[in-house]
């Protein structure tokens, strides 16, 4: 498809498990973003991938959180040791690029419950 | 600090009303850039419009239309004849050179529900 592409978009799993969530991109888009939705509430921030530059991780909420991305290409989100705050809607999105505010496009989300 | 206010948590109209969805902002940057989506219940986030803060210029695109005020930080969208398909979360978001012109900073979103 053409839109930006997540899996899965259903995960559920154990208090302390890893989970890896995964993210496909439109092609051509340099720039990736992954966002948290809580239940009922707007979106926070996590972190943003420019090309080759450094990741903005300044979002993610603790160590526990990390992503990779490569290249220009797909980029996975990792959750460590997983807690029951950590139960939400996971959202990507991508846009042309960076600096003249092209529109983020986004992806329906992994939702991710744990037990 | 960077921060966008949606003070109405739930909106429910009839078909055909005209409703208004407010978005207040804050910035203390010049240049910023204000963002509307829409999140239907099917989950994903639909991009509806990107104003810069130059252009104060209304928008108006179908049904919908947009008023964007500087002097009151406000950049509000309104839905005339509202149709039951308009049903979903609206958000309202901003990007500033402050944040880094690469986070957007949502709203906590409106719930508009149309009923018929």
């Known amino acids: 498809g053409a839109g930006v592409s997540q899996s899965p978009s259903n995960k559920v799993t154990e208090k302390g498990k890893d989970v890896e969530l995964r993210c496909d991109p439109i092609?051509?888009?340099?720039?990736l973003y992954w966002y948290r939705q809580r239940l009922g509430q707007g979106l926070e921030f996590l972190i943003y991938?420019?090309?080759?530059?450094?990741?903005?991780k300044s979002g993610l909420p603790s160590d526990r959180f990390s992503a990779e991305r490569t290249g220009e290409s797909v980029s996975t989100l990792t959750i460590q040791r997983t807690q029951q705050e950590d139960s939400a809607v996971y959202l990507c999105?991508?846009?042309?690029?960076?600096?003249?505010?092209?529109?983020?496009?986004f992806g329906d989300g992994t939702r991710l419950s744990i037990l | 600090a960077q921060k966008v206010t949606q003070a109405q948590t739930e909106i429910s109209v009839v078909e055909k009303e005209d409703v208004t969805l407010d978005c207040v902002y804050e910035t203390r940057d010049t240049t910023y850039y204000l963002f509307w989506y829409k999140q239907p219940p099917s989950g994903e986030l639909v991009f509806l419009i990107r104003r810069n803060s130059f252009d104060e210029q209304n928008e108006i695109s179908g049904r919908y239309s947009w008023n964007f005020q500087k002097s009151t930080s406000s950049f509000n969208f309104t839905i005339t004849a509202s149709q039951v398909v308009d049903s979903a979360v609206y958000f309202c978001?901003?990007?500033?050179?402050?944040?880094?012109?690469?986070?957007?900073?949502f709203g906590a979103g409106t719930r508009l529900a149309v009923h018929p």
């Open positions: 991938f420019q090309g080759n530059s450094a990741p903005d």
């Open positions: 978001a901003l990007v500033s050179i402050s944040g880094g012109y690469n986070k957007l900073i």
């Open positions: 999105a991508s846009s042309l690029g960076w600096g003249d505010n092209q529109p983020q496009h």
């Open positions: 092609s051509g888009h340099t720039a």
